[in-house]
C-alpha cells in the first residue's frame, strides 16, 4: 500500500500538472468504485481542482464548490499521467479524471477491488473520512509521545494504526523501527524516554529521507514505480539477506497478512522473535538467538 513518502509524491505530481486546471470528465471504468452517492462524478465537470491534500494514506483533491474527491489507493491502487483522453484499461481501470493537459487514469492491480473514490461535498463531511493520525512530520516530541503512550500496543502496530500516527503503513514502520534500533514486538510500555526519542527521530528522518530519495528518482516525472519495495531499504522485504549496519541476515515474523522484518542483532538483541502459529509448531525446537539458527544451519549444511 502506498504510504506518507509515496502519496507526498503524488501529490507533488499531480500539483505540478492540474492544480488550478478544470476538470473536464471524471469516467468511471468501474461502477463499485464511487462510494457515495452525492454529489456525483458527473457534477464535477468543469470544476476546477483548487489543490490538493493528503489524509493518511488518502489522496485528496480539493475542487471548486467545497467539493472533495478522495481518492483511497489501498494495496494495488496507482496513479498514472497519460495523453489527454486516454483509454481507461480493461483488465486494471478503475476510473479516468480528463483534464485539458492530460488525463489521470486510476488502476488497481490483481482480481480483489479494494481501492475507492468519495465525492465529498463540504469539510465536515471529510473530516468523517480521517482517521486523524498524528502527522509525525509537523509534530513535536511531546506530542508524538502522548500519541503514542495512548495505548500499549507492540511498536509495529503502534505505527501502522491510521488513528495512532498518519500514513506510516507495513513497508516503513519495518525502516523506522530498524533506524531506531528497537524491536516490532516492544510494548509502548516497555519505552523508556531515551527510547521514544529515538523513535520520533527515527521517524522523522526515515520519512524525510524517503520522500527525498523518491522525489530524486522520479527525476520530476509523474512516479510510475510506486511499490511497497525500494532498492536501498535495510529490511524491509529483503528477508534473509545481510543487514546493510552489521551484516546479519534480516528475520521475519508472519501475522495475519503482513510480515514485520527486522535484525536481531540491531534491533533485538540477537533474540528472535517468533510468530504464534510458527512457535507452537516448533515448541521447544524454535532456535532462540540467531547464533543457535545459525549453528543449526551448520549443522544440516555439514
Sequence with gaps: MPELPDIALYLEALEGRVAGQPLERLRIGNPFLVRTIAPGPEEL?????????RMG??????????????????????????????????????????????????TEAGSKRQ?????????????????????????SLREFAARLRQ????????????????GIGNSYSDEILHAARLSPM???AALNDDE???????????????IAKLRDDAHGEFPEKVTAFHDGMAVHGRYGQPCPVCGSPV?????????????????TGGKLL??????????????RTLDELEARKSRRQA
Excluded at 500499549?152 to 495512532?164: S, V
Excluded at 528475520?251 to 534491533?267: F, G, P
Aim: hydrophobic share 45%; proline share 3%.
Design 45 to 53: 465537470a468543469g470544476r476546477t481542482v483548487l489543490g490538493f491534500r
Design 57 to 106: 494514506k488518502r489522496i485528496v483533491f480539493v475542487m471548486a464548490g467545497e467539493i472533495f474527491v478522495v481518492i483511497h489507493l489501498m494495496i494495488a491502487g496507482r496513479l498514472r499521467w497519460r495523453d489527454r483522453g486516454a483509454a481507461i484499461p480493461g483488465k486494471v481501470g478503475l476510473a479516468a479524471f480528463d483534464f485539458p493537459n492530460g488525463t489521470i487514469v486510476f
Design 115 to 139: 481501492a475507492s473514490i468519495h465525492i465529498i461535498r463540504g469539510e465536515d463531511e471529510l473530516a468523517a473520512l480521517d482517521p486523524r493520525g498524528l502527522e509525525v512530520l509537523t509534530a
Design 151 to 166: 495505548e500499549n500496543h507492540t511498536l509495529k502496530r503502534a505505527l501502522t494504526d491510521p488513528h495512532i500516527f498518519s
Design 186 to 188: 516492544k510494548t509502548v
Design 196 to 210: 521514544v526519542a529515538r523513535l520520533f527521530a527515527a521517524t522523522q528522518a526515515t520519512l524525510q529521507s524517503w
Design 251 to 267: 528475520q521475519r515474523i508472519v501475522y495475519a497478512r503482513n510480515e514485520a522484518n527486522y535484525c536481531s542483532r540491531c534491533q
Design 274 to 287: 517468533s510468530d504464534r502459529a510458527l512457535s507452537r509448531l516448533l515448541k521447544d525446537d524454535w532456535p
